[in-house]
């Protein structure tokens, strides 16, 4: 096969394209028709069509594989491990939904999920799609002012939330969180539902509201509950997304066009058959944890590993030891988290035979190329980057090796995924630019299946923040690209991103990238800062894998790198050699709070920040 052919297909014809890939899951009720795009850029996918998220990652495997691994949820933190097949799996999710409707959750109702990477999120998520209620899972590490947040935007009636998570075998407890939260919050829910693991005994219940998982589940016992059937454009779940720019977007994602992007993406992309075995390192509470931690590994009928800790502990080899233990075929990660094991020895990996293991996908930010040729040379495995929003749910730009393998080029995620029409195009004119070009990055709608069908509760902002930035009406999340001859396409960063040097335009991420280069460093973030002369200069906060004995040194030597290869407009004004970077939760780089910080504005919304101390230290060393 042929990716051009079918990537063609899929854009030429895409409702025979979809009406075929949609025979891939089960319909209760086939769809009356397969797209409908009568309000641009609002579209339905599946019209009519009923089915249900639950049943196809669930019940409809129990024929052929009731004795198959499901889910396999693995805990570094607490040394838990639960394996669980198909029957297993349709058991619990059953019991949890017999739970949510004894607490009069339905069809509709928005359900707040606050717990950490263990069995029973992944029980809360597909029971609340079994019965139609929308869940939106907040990430365990978020804290009560993020979560109070997202309750006032859901508006849930019920929270489900763990007694605690546990950080580096630090513990963490959520019943304090849940309670400022629903304190601070407008639209606090009746009812939380608290799943204990005994990490936290000691919590006081709040008498009419708290309700405790284990004894309700004794209840219930083995109860079943019927499927409730959903028109496919109908909600399954809420997400938010990073909060890189500023406040989260509130991403709504339906039920049939999703369920197909899903089963899709599982053999086209990731290249992996029921039977086989997905390991994704991604956090449920994000977009990848949804898709490839949950949905799209079930819906394929394979096995889904479910990791909760830390990526160095017991050491930085557990990852490939889970690999070699269940025979991982496709790994899913971040380049963040590859850079935390950069910094540890290659053997930690080359000790574990992944012979099993085919493809390393990486998402999230971009993948700079010494972190993508350290990772391709340890696994000796083809290292796939691939490009994708929460907002999509699904890639947008990558290599498709469930269709053709083509060549990695480091640096670029590669292809339009099937169904995305996708453009680079000039910021100013919005013709598409040339070959070789920098230019913005759009989708032309309609949205492929799997991308998100609008705001939460808010039409007005999903046009203002994703169609209104050029005259013709484009999808874009304003990232720059560029396309080469080939029709790889290289990211560069997001718009804002870009600096504007005496009329030069350069990408943080090319000076990153040189910065990166330099054996003694760990991680660099570039920002544009505002210069009276040439309008904009870049300036470097970088981390080292050891502190250098001489920082001024170090810091010279870096912008000899950058000027010796990027030319002497892109050196850096400044160097700063740090210890830690501000972050998402997520593990996104703060580009923007680091440049108001530099330009002495104000950083902004930091409801996402990871480390607080990492941004007082920014302060310290710009004097701030
Ligand atoms: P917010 O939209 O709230 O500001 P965010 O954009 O960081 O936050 P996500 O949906 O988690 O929220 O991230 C999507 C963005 O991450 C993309 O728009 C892009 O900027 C970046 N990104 C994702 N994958 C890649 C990749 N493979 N290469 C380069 N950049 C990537
Ligand atoms: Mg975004």
Not at 316 to 332: D, H, K, N, S
Not at 421 to 440: F, L
Request: contains cysteine; proline residues 7%; charged residues 20%.
């Amino acid at each position: 096969m042929r990716y051009e052919d079918i990537y063609r297909r899929s854009i030429e014809q895409p409702e025979e394209f979809w009406a075929e890939a949609a025979q891939a899951i089960h319909w209760h009720k086939p769809p009356q028709k397969i797209l409908e795009y009568d309000k641009p850029p609002f579209r339905r996918w599946f019209v009519g069509g009923e089915t249900n998220l639950c049943y196809n990652a669930v019940d409809r495997h129990l024929a052929e594989r009731a004795d198959q691994l499901a889910l396999v949820a693995l805990s570094s933190e607490t040394g838990v491990t639960r394996e669980l097949t198909y029957a297993e799996l349709h058991r619990e999710v059953n019991a949890f939904a017999a739970v949510l409707k004894s607490l009069d959750v339905g069809r509709g109702d928005r359900v707040v999920i606050y717990m950490p990477n263990m069995a029973e999120a992944v029980f809360a998520m597909l029971a609340c799609a079994r019965i139609g209620a929308i869940h939106s899972v907040v990430f365990g590490g978020f804290a009560a002012h993020n979560l109070a947040l997202r309750i006032d935007d859901a508006r849930p009636k019920l929270l489900i939330a763990a007694d605690a998570g546990s950080r580096g075998g630090k513990i963490i407890p959520y019943k304090p969180m849940v309670d400022a939260a629903c304190a601070e919050a407008t639209h606090a829910p009746p009812k939380v539902l608290l799943v204990s693991r005994g990490l936290d005994a000691a919590q006081p219940r709040i008498e009419g509201r708290d309700v405790d998982y284990a004894q309700l589940r004794a209840q219930v016992g083995d109860a079943e509950v019927p499927v409730e059937w959903l028109e496919s454009n109908e909600p399954s779940y809420l997400l938010y997304t990073s909060g890189t720019t500023g406040k989260p977007k509130g991403v709504q994602r339906d039920v049939g066009g999703y369920a197909v992007a899903m089963a899709q993406s599982m053999r086209t992309v990731f290249d992996c058959a029921p039977d086989q075995v997905m390991f994704s390192t991604s956090d449920v509470g994000w977009a990848v944890g949804h898709s490839y931690n949950v949905y799209g590994p079930l819906i394929g009928g394979c096995t889904s590993l479910l990791y909760e800790g830390l990526p160095t502990n017991p050491d930085p080899g557990i990852w490939w030891a889970l690999c070699e233990q269940y025979g991982v075929r496709t790994m899913f990660s971040s380049p963040t988290a590859i850079r935390v094991l950069k910094k540890h020895d290659v053997d930690f990996i080359r000790r574990h035979d992944v012979a099993q293991l085919k493809y390393l996908f990486l998402a999230g930010e971009p993948l700079d190329e010494p972190t993508a040729t350290w990772i391709n040379g340890a696994l000796g495995k083809p290292v796939i980057d691939n490009y994708w929003q929460t907002e999509t749910g699904w890639p947008a730009l990558t290599l498709l090796p469930g269709v053709e393998m083509k060549p990695v080029k480091f640096g670029s995620p590669g292809f339009p995924n099937l169904g995305y029409r996708m453009k680079v195009i000039d910021e100013q004119s919005g013709a598409e630019v040339a070959p070789g070009q920098k230019g913005v990055l759009v989708i032309q709608p309609p949205l492929p299946p799997g991308c998100m069908s609008t705001v939460w509760n808010d039409d007005a902002r999903f046009l203002q923040s994703y169609f209104s930035h050029f005259k013709e009406l484009l999808y874009s999340s304003l990232d720059w690209a560029i396309r080469d001859e080939e029709g790889y396409t290289f990211i560069l960063g997001r718009t804002d991103d870009v600096i504007n040097v005496a009329g030069h335009r350069l990408g943080t991420r090319e000076i990153e990238e040189v910065i990166s280069g330099h054996p003694g460093v760990a991680e660099a973030a570039v920002i544009g800062m505002h210069d009276e002369l040439k309008g904009q200069v870049p300036v470097v906060f970088a981390t080292m894998k050891v502190a250098p004995q001489d920082p001024a040194g170090t810091a010279l030597a870096l912008q000899k790198c950058v000027a010796d290869q990027l030319g002497a407009v892109a050196r850096p004004a400044h160097v700063y050699i740090v210890n830690a970077l501000p972050k998402t939760r997520s593990g996104k780089l703060l580009r923007r709070s680091l440049q108001a910080l530099a330009e002495r504005r104000d950083p902004g919304d930091l409801s996402t920040l990871d480390d607080p101390g990492a941004l007082e230290e920014i302060r310290r060393v710009l004097g701030r």
